[in-house]
């Protein structure tokens, strides 16, 4: 399914939690923003769900993906407006650290989250990417 169609979906079928999230949102008046993701389906949906809520609200919202150095450029520059993938503090930490003070890191999405490898639990001893070639 296309992100935006899957997006559009998620939105119709939660609407309490909808109404939750735009408890706060100001009216965009057709103000323009811009979204950035980096290439994962998870990060995609989370990005096309927001552009569809902030179009709900009234603002001409817009999404790109980009490569994770190039995000951070570009959050850096104001060229773009917001990421809601922002994947710290580990696997962009460095990114965080070299644009500090650039750009402002607005709210922590899942506080405690690890980040990790998942296998069935058919899979025996497998503690590492390695361990999957045996």
Not at 74 to 79: G, I
Not at 102 to 129: C, F, W
Request: net charge positive; aromatic share 8%.
């Amino acid at each position: 399914m296309k992100s935006n169609k899957a997006a559009k979906q998620y939105i119709k079928s939660h609407p309490k939690k909808v109404n939750e999230i735009l408890q706060d949102v100001p009216v965009g008046h057709g103000q323009k923003i811009k979204l950035v993701y980096t290439p994962y389906d998870y990060e995609r949906a989370v990005t096309y769900v927001v552009k569809n809520l902030l179009v709900q609200k009234g603002y001409q919202a817009t999404t790109q993906q980009l490569d994770v150095s190039i995000m951070w450029q570009a959050l850096a520059s104001k060229k773009v407006d917001a990421t809601m993938v922002a994947q710290l503090p580990v696997s962009h930490a460095a990114y965080a650290k070299k644009y500090r003070g650039q750009v402002d890191e607005v709210r922590i999405n899942l506080p405690h989250a690890r980040i990790g490898l998942a296998v069935p639990t058919y899979m025996k001893d497998v503690n590492s990417i390695e361990d999957l070639k045996k």
